[in-house]
């Protein structure tokens, strides 16, 4: 399993200081990429800001670890939205008819076009451009889509709910990514 050090991880200009990283890592030289993950000293969003570094996770690994993330967004944002178009879209991109980034844009225009009439549905744009990301998905679009899926929870919750609600679903979302990334790094094992 593949581990970093204290100077690897600044080499990628985290916005901590090199003696707060070495606090993270307590009298270890090395942690693994699932010991960073269970940290809970660092917080969620920099646990998934490390995550989408160059070369941190396998291509693989990185690759499954947003469809995951996209899909979930996609399930609860898009799948059930009341925008038919997008639904049908939202099916299709889950049964693997239709993951073309053109199939993704056109929903998320819709999307947004019902929006503007219905802000209940903020929420699918955002899944659909992750999707859209994902679709043509390699590591530059890793750490967009990751954010974009988690704006999406963010989005479709801050419209019905009051602010508090909506950091908590933030939040939440990047807690259940940084769990499903857990799973997948100990499931390839």
């Not at 898009?78 to 053109?102: F, P, Q």
């Not at 999707?131 to 590591?139: M, Q």
Request: hydrophobic share 50%.
């Amino acid at each position: 399993m593949k581990t970093l050090t204290v100077k690897q991880v600044m080499i990628f200009g985290p916005c901590y200081s090199q003696e707060e990283i070495q606090e993270f890592f307590g009298t270890r030289k090395r942690l693994s990429i699932v010991e960073i993950l269970r940290l809970e000293t660092v917080s969620a969003v920099d646990k998934i800001w490390l995550m989408t570094q160059p070369d941190v996770l396998s291509t693989d690994v990185r690759k499954k670890w947003l469809d995951t993330i996209v899909t979930r967004a996609v399930t609860d944002h898009d799948l059930h939205c009341g925008i038919e178009s997008v639904e049908k879209w939202a099916k299709d991109w889950l049964d693997g008819t239709d993951r073309t980034a053109r199939a993704a844009y056109r929903a998320a225009y819709r999307a947004a076009y019902a929006a503007a009439r219905a802000a209940a549905y903020a929420g699918a744009n955002a899944a659909a451009n992750a999707a859209a990301r994902a679709a043509g998905a390699d590591a530059a679009y890793a750490a967009y889509a990751a954010n974009a899926a988690a704006d999406a929870a963010y989005a479709a919750y801050r419209v019905t709910y009051a602010a508090d609600a909506a950091c908590a679903a933030r939040t939440a979302e990047r807690g259940f990514q940084v769990d499903d990334l857990i799973a997948l790094i100990e499931a390839t094992k």
